[in-house]
T-cell receptor, first 113, second 113 residues
């Protein structure tokens, strides 16, 4: 049972344009959501997060939007840069489960120069 | 070191053998997590330590898997009677405590032949 889903395995975007990565979840008990970025042969690195009490969080070029009624979140990268090319994982956490994260399957982003 | 260190980076073992994977967390981090990432999947939670004790081991797939953290720092994930299905990248992460950002190591790629 995949509780966090990233339905697009890959995305290709032109440099300078917006990248939009999507994530859906099924467990309404999730109250905190995170995005991680992963380069080959490295561990995931934290990018940005959002609490379920908010609907938007922005950090520089990265913005995460949360739509609780639709159980959907998205990561926007503007403007996209070639160095953003990586695999992006959406993850979710329940307050009652401590810091255990449930990850999606990832979306591979390629930013073309 | 500055980050989470995992050794070895690669391990090839024969089916039925015993393996140990080591994780050195960031100094001072009290929380430590093990995840497993199979090909094409996101990381899956295995076990979470707070200090020396396993606060949540609900992700361990069966009794062939065991993890320890005897002094509240270094952790070892132990897999007995390895099977080909155990082949994956095993990721370790640490954090200062509940609700704080978790930092991942580069992972150990385990291949069971």
């Amino acid at each position: 049972d995949q509780q966090v889903k990233q339905n697009s395995p890959s995305l290709s975007v032109q440099e300078g344009r917006i990248s939009i990565l999507n994530c859906d979840y099924t467990n309404s008990m999730f109250d905190y959501f995170l995005w991680y970025k992963k380069y080959p042969a490295e561990g995931p690195t934290f990018l940005i997060s959002i609490s379920s009490i908010k609907d938007k969080n922005e950090d520089g070029r990265f913005t995460v939007f949360l739509n609780k009624s639709a159980k959907h979140l998205s990561l926007h990268i503007v403007p996209s840069q070639p160095g953003d090319s990586a695999v992006y994982f959406c993850a979710a956490r329940r307050g009652s489960s401590g810091d255990k994260l449930t990850f999606g399957t990832g979306t591979r982003l390629a930013v073309r120069p | 070191g500055a980050g989470v260190s995992q050794t070895p980076s690669n391990k090839v073992t024969e089916k039925g053998k015993y393996v140990e994977l080591r994780c050195d967390p960031i100094s001072g981090h009290t929380a430590l997590y093990w995840y497993r990432q199979s090909l094409g999947q996101g990381p899956e939670f295995l076990i979470y330590f707070q200090g020396t004790g396993a606060a949540d081991d609900s992700g361990l797939p069966n009794d062939r898997f065991f993890a320890v953290r005897p002094e509240g720092s270094v952790s070892t994930l132990k897999i007995q009677r390895t099977e080909r299905g155990d082949s994956a990248v095993y990721l370790c992460a640490s954090s200062r405590g509940a609700g704080t950002e978790a930092f991942f190591g580069q992972g150990t790629r385990l291949t069971v032949v």
